[in-house]
């Protein structure tokens, strides 16, 4: 068995058929080379196979691989059924060689419109609205872009321009319809005279910084002086880098002068509003580096009390001493049969570790349960793999709850480890799984499907990072939906569409979920085609930050973004207002996350300070792979790929 390709953090391990003549094959030629389909579809390859010599071996057998399995899966004849739209690596495997071409696969057709008013759909004479076209494929991913049609019923009563901007003429009653891609879709729009005749726009009196949201109101008079309400109000700004939502909440990312009006029809108010630059004082500042053996790769950190538990792209889970932070001391390890040892974590009491992994020689995967009554020195004391022996990604402890994910099936378990040894399922939950056809049980384990990623639970709801399905949300005891944790319901989901924010040829999915405050922090990993997880070559990353506001926990919505631009978001972890990023490429990032979040976190200045973690003789040379940083009693404790653990802390600038 040997380790092929990995992406979203998973590596595919492939057990290939040995034919007699499996030495004779040189070359295999995949065809089509280069094919295209819309998702949902299929297409059909054949692989042949050739000496040394450019003859033909008839008799050899051929392995199929479609890759990333998310979106595509190709069964043992070559036939590729496709989910979602990227580019597909479909790969032939014949003895010790392989062949490979690429299959672009097309967004789906939009099955359904609707019409979204996020102002409401009430407007006086004179004054105007704002309607929004929601396009949507047969799977529910939303597809921007569509260019509509709009009619109004009633043009006498309210127009409606090409954007969907609707001007009221006069009161009454207007039916619009938006009509796009042979779909349509329509909506009743209400408008009344005009009884706003003054309005004024409350003061700021702080300084507002980039980033900071000012929630502006508008009081409204009438002819007599008289307070009106009801009255539907426009919000607009003037000036480079500003924005103000339907609520009248204003955010700037550069410094400078704002004019915020507040509209009635053709009654307006207007406030300036100066903003300053960010300048935050804090830094980050390196204190120690452990590098790991020569050859591995680390994964998760997680530290508790005065250690340190690393895992490894490898069969090792590595212990560290950090009694003193700036000098970290390697104490123990754990060895066992894998290829990767992906999430470590502990109760609340550090006394029982959980450890996921994938890749076992016995392809008996699942968790593994570890003593740290003993910190330094963990002993596994039980492994779990009932329904588990495709490979888990990631686990999250919760009690004595864990909350895993199950890579073959796309499903989210849940196991009571109350006794660590004798470890139970209590519950599974997933998104139900598209109508594919069967695939070999034994083959890759990797049929198109569903893939949850990551989850992160609080006060009895579960935060569910599942790839292209975004974030789903479900009641495992929190008391909204009747759930439990043998029993969870689901709550809501946010949806976006991955391929419209990245290149067709980048993997991309909602990688990392993390819940604090009214905040969802979601990242996604991306990154360039297909990578050898144990190639020395560097690769590009991409990835942003969504953050999903869930005060109204039924109706998630986006309200801002971190868009690292030139690299990748990996894990997050946010306390005290201040979120750590291993952001990959880009090493350690640090974020201002305080107060109310609004539009782009990078452009507002909310950048604290970074750290880059990699070295000349790393296992991918002078290439920062930061995988997690994590707050742990005042320092920060980082994971990267190809150098080991470093150590850093937040701290004010230097006095000039």
């Known amino acids: 068995m040997r380790p092929i390709y990995a992406f979203g953090g998973l590596a595919l391990f492939v057990s290939l058929p040995l034919a007699a003549r499996a030495q004779e094959v040189a070359t295999v030629e995949v065809t089509p080379a280069h094919a295209s389909v819309v998702a949902g579809g299929t297409a059909q390859f054949s692989a042949t196979a050739r000496d040394a010599g450019g003859d033909v071996i008839s008799d050899i057998e051929v392995a199929w691989l479609a890759t990333p399995f998310p979106i595509a899966g190709a069964d043992e004849n070559g036939l590729?059924?496709?989910?979602?739209?990227?580019?597909?690596?479909?790969?032939?495997?014949?003895?010790?060689?392989?062949?490979?071409?690429?299959?672009?696969?097309?967004?789906?057709?939009?099955?359904?419109?609707?019409?979204?008013?996020?102002?409401?759909?009430?407007?006086?004479?004179?004054?105007?609205?704002?309607?929004?076209?929601?396009?949507?494929?047969?799977?529910?991913?939303?597809?921007?872009?569509?260019?509509?049609?709009?009619?109004?019923?009633?043009?006498?009563?309210?127009?409606?321009?090409?954007?969907?901007?609707v001007t009221g003429s006069a009161p009454g009653r207007a039916t619009i319809v938006a009509e796009a891609e042979g779909h349509s879709a329509r909506t009743d729009v209400t408008v009344r005279a005009n009884p706003v005749a003054a309005i004024e726009i409350s003061a700021v009196s702080d300084p507002v910084r980039t980033g900071d949201v000012v929630a502006l109101s508008a009081g409204l008079k009438d002819g007599d002086g008289r307070a009106v309400s009801g009255a539907p109000l426009i919000w607009s700004v003037s000036g480079s880098g500003g924005q103000v939502d339907d609520g009248g909440r204003f955010v700037a990312e550069r410094p400078g002068s704002y004019v915020v009006e507040a509209s009635v029809g053709n009654v307006s108010g207007a406030k300036v509003i100066e903003?300053?630059?960010?300048?935050?004082?804090?830094?980050?500042?390196?204190?120690?580096?452990?590098?790991?053996?020569?050859?591995?790769?680390?994964?998760?950190?997680?530290?508790?009390?005065?250690?340190?538990?690393?895992?490894?792209?490898?069969?090792?889970?590595?212990?560290?001493?950090?009694?003193?932070?700036?000098?970290?001391?390697?104490?123990?390890?754990?060895?066992?049969?894998?290829?990767?040892?992906?999430?470590?974590?502990?109760?609340?009491?550090?006394?029982?570790?959980?450890?996921?992994?994938?890749?076992?020689?016995?392809?008996?995967?699942?968790?593994?349960?570890?003593?740290?009554?003993?910190?330094?020195?963990?002993?596994?004391?039980?492994?779990?793999?009932?329904?588990?022996?495709?490979?888990?990604?990631?686990?999250?402890?919760?009690?004595?709850?864990?909350?895993?994910?199950?890579?073959?099936?796309?499903?989210?378990?849940?196991?009571?480890?109350?006794?660590?040894?004798?470890?139970?399922?209590?519950?599974?939950?997933?998104?139900?799984?598209?109508?594919?056809?069967?695939?070999?049980?034994?083959?890759?384990?990797?049929?198109?499907?569903?893939?949850?990623?990551?989850?992160?639970?609080?006060?009895?709801?579960?935060?569910?990072?599942?790839?292209?399905d975004g974030l789903v949300i479900l009641d495992v005891g929190g008391g909204i939906n009747g759930g439990s944790i043998t029993d969870p319901k689901f709550v809501s989901q946010y949806r976006y569409n991955h391929s419209e924010i990245y290149p067709p040829d980048f993997i991309a999915g909602t990688h990392a979920v993390f819940r604090y405050g009214d905040y969802v922090f979601i990242g996604d990993e991306s990154y360039s085609g297909v990578v050898d997880l144990h190639s020395?070559?560097?690769?590009?990353?991409?990835?942003?930050?969504?953050?999903?506001?869930?005060?109204?926990i039924e109706r998630p919505r986006k309200v801002a973004e971190y868009d690292p631009v030139e690299f990748g978001v990996h894990n997050v972890y946010v306390a005290e207002d201040v979120l750590y990023m291993g952001a990959y490429d880009g090493?350690?990032?640090?974020?201002?996350?305080?107060?109310?979040?609004?539009?782009?976190?990078?452009?507002?200045?909310?950048?604290?300070?970074?750290?880059?973690?990699g070295t000349l003789d790393g296992f991918r040379p002078n290439m920062a792979l930061t995988w997690s940083a994590v707050p742990h009693n005042g320092y920060i404790f980082a994971s990267d790929l190809n150098t080991g653990l470093w150590v850093a802390r937040l701290s004010p600038a230097p006095v000039p």
Request: hydrophobic share 40%; charged share 25%.
């Open 536 to 552: 020395r070559e560097q690769f590009t990353t991409r990835g942003r930050l969504h953050v999903i506001d869930v005060s109204d």
């Open 587 to 613: 090493g350690i990032r640090v974020l201002d996350v305080s107060g109310e979040l609004r539009g782009q976190l990078r452009a507002q200045g909310r950048v604290i300070g970074t750290l880059y973690t």
């Open 80 to 165: 590729v059924t496709t989910m979602r739209p990227g580019q597909i690596y479909v790969i032939a495997f014949a003895g010790n060689a392989s062949g490979v071409a690429i299959l672009d696969v097309a967004e789906r057709p939009v099955a359904e419109v609707a019409i979204e008013a996020p102002g409401g759909t009430e407007t006086v004479e004179g004054g105007m609205l704002r309607l929004e076209l929601l396009a949507s494929t047969e799977l529910g991913d939303p597809v921007s872009g569509v260019s509509a049609s709009w009619r109004s019923l009633r043009p006498d009563i309210a127009e409606v321009g090409p954007g969907g901007i």
């Open 275 to 468: 903003v300053i630059p960010r300048n935050d004082p804090r830094r980050v500042e390196f204190l120690a580096f452990a590098p790991i053996p020569e050859g591995v790769q680390a994964a998760e950190v997680w530290p508790v009390g005065d250690v340190v538990y690393l895992s490894t792209i490898a069969g090792a889970l590595y212990v560290y001493d950090i009694s003193n932070p700036g000098a970290p001391i390697l104490a123990d390890s754990i060895v066992v049969d894998a290829r990767l040892l992906n999430d470590v974590s502990t109760t609340a009491d550090g006394r029982v570790g959980v450890l996921s992994r994938e890749g076992a020689s016995t392809r008996r995967n699942g968790l593994l349960f570890f003593d740290a009554s003993d910190p330094l020195h963990p002993k596994v004391i039980n492994e779990y793999t009932e329904g588990l022996t495709g490979g888990t990604h990631s686990a999250f402890i919760y009690d004595h709850y864990v909350f895993v994910t199950d890579d073959p099936t796309g499903s989210l378990r849940i196991i009571d480890f109350e006794d660590p040894l004798d470890p139970r399922e209590v519950a599974r939950w997933e998104i139900e799984r598209e109508d594919v056809r069967d695939y070999p049980a034994d083959f890759f384990n990797v049929a198109p499907q569903r893939w949850l990623h990551d989850v992160y639970v609080k006060d009895g709801i579960a935060y569910l990072a599942y790839w292209r």
